[in-house]
């Protein structure tokens, strides 16, 4: 049995979309769902009871095109793929369900299509970078149309397009971010986070931001890798602890690694309460969230907590360490990737090198 709902979607500019929903029936289980967006309210009922009856009259049909706005829905309601999906490309993903390129049918996709979608995007300030993520989640979710919904997509425009869009600068690579904190910035943010624990503003929860900080840097670890950290993965023989899942482009699981901790990095571990499982139990999100409010505060421009792991990386370099072993603490299997985007040496540090070689 098909049946149709409308949907009112309100836009960040303040304008109303609508959405007609049509969904098919059979013995209490959906076999068919689709939908469309439109300006007007009208047209989605429009659409909706003409789709109800169509498919009354004819049935489903094994194979077919739908709207992309479909296909993006689709994915979002397929767990396994929805559930094993990255926060950036899901904000993606439903950015576009709100685009007028969402309207296009999903087998009709044309190369204008998708050089109109992108002018807009830059109209409205999105970067190069930013619009390149548009294209390549899009290209995604079409290329699974066939195989998981039997869907016809025709995700084969993406050849041709992407070498157009990237000649006419609508697409591109983001550009390489060089930000080190200065030694000031670091002393001015460690008293700044100082302030914030002994504020408290979580309630009992005291987040050790500086250690944290410290820690960040020594062992030139991504956040998230922090608050992941286990006492069962540290070796207090050997001061290396496992790091689980490190990222990697080729491997999204069981890429663990050991790592040292240098420096003062092992006994910023040991000091910390053993209150579970996790070395530094404390939300990601949170402890970034209390370094950009400091940061805030004291008007640091331009400064990431990611970036802490480029300072780290520089801080080995200019020791001395070489690029194979720098790649043991950070991770990367690319060492052209590690030099190039995770280190930004300073040139006046190289004198204090110089020196000490020819005591």
């Not at 098919?24 to 009856?53: D, M, P, Q, W, Y």
């Not at 700044?192 to 030139?220: H, K, Q, V, W």
Request: glycine share 6%; with cysteine; net charge positive.
């Amino acid at each position: 049995m098909a049946s149709f709902s409308v949907e009112t979607r309100k836009l960040t500019s303040g304008e109303l979309r609508f959405k007609a929903t049509v969904i098919v029936k059979k013995s209490g289980k959906i076999i068919h769902r689709e939908s469309k967006t439109f300006r007007k309210k009208a047209l989605a009922h429009t659409f909706g009871k003409k789709r109800v009856n169509e498919l009354e009259e004819n049935g489903v049909n094994s194979s077919k095109a739908v709207s992309l706005g479909e296909l993006l829905d689709r994915y979002m309601l397929e767990a396994d793929l929805w559930n094993n999906t990255g926060r950036t490309k899901r904000y993606v993903i439903q950015m576009l369900r709100d685009c007028d390129i969402a309207l296009v049918k999903s087998d009709e996709l044309k190369t204008s299509d998708l050089i109109a979608h992108c002018k807009t995007r830059r109209s409205a300030g999105a970067g190069p970078a930013t619009i390149y993520h548009d294209v390549a989640y899009l290209r995604a979710v079409m290329k699974k149309a066939k195989p998981v919904w039997n869907i016809d997509a025709n995700y084969a425009v993406f050849d041709e397009a992407v070498p157009i869009l990237i000649d006419m600068k609508l697409v591109g690579k983001s550009q390489k971010r060089t930000r080190r904190p200065t030694e000031n910035e670091i002393e001015k943010l460690k008293a700044g986070l100082i302030e914030r624990e002994n504020f408290r503003p979580n309630g009992p929860t005291r987040i050790p931001f500086t250690d944290i900080l410290d820690f960040s840097i020594l062992t030139c670890m991504r956040i998230g890798e922090v608050c992941a950290l286990r006492w069962e993965d540290l070796n207090e023989n050997h001061k290396t602890i496992v790091v689980r899942d490190r990222k990697d482009p080729r491997k999204k699981e069981g890429n663990h690694m050991i790592v040292p901790l240098l420096a003062g990095s092992f006994d910023i571990a040991m000091r910390q309460e053993r209150q579970g499982d996790l070395i530094f139990p404390y939300n990601s999100r949170s402890v970034t969230a209390g370094f950009q409010r400091v940061r805030n505060d004291l008007g640091i421009q331009d400064l990431r907590y990611h970036d802490l792991r480029r300072e780290g990386a520089s801080r080995l370099f200019e020791k001395g360490y070489s690029i194979e072993e720098v790649a043991q603490v950070t991770g990367h299997r690319n060492l052209n990737i590690l030099w190039q985007v995770y280190t930004q040496l300073f040139p006046h540090k190289l004198h204090n090198k110089f020196e000490l070689n020819t005591d």
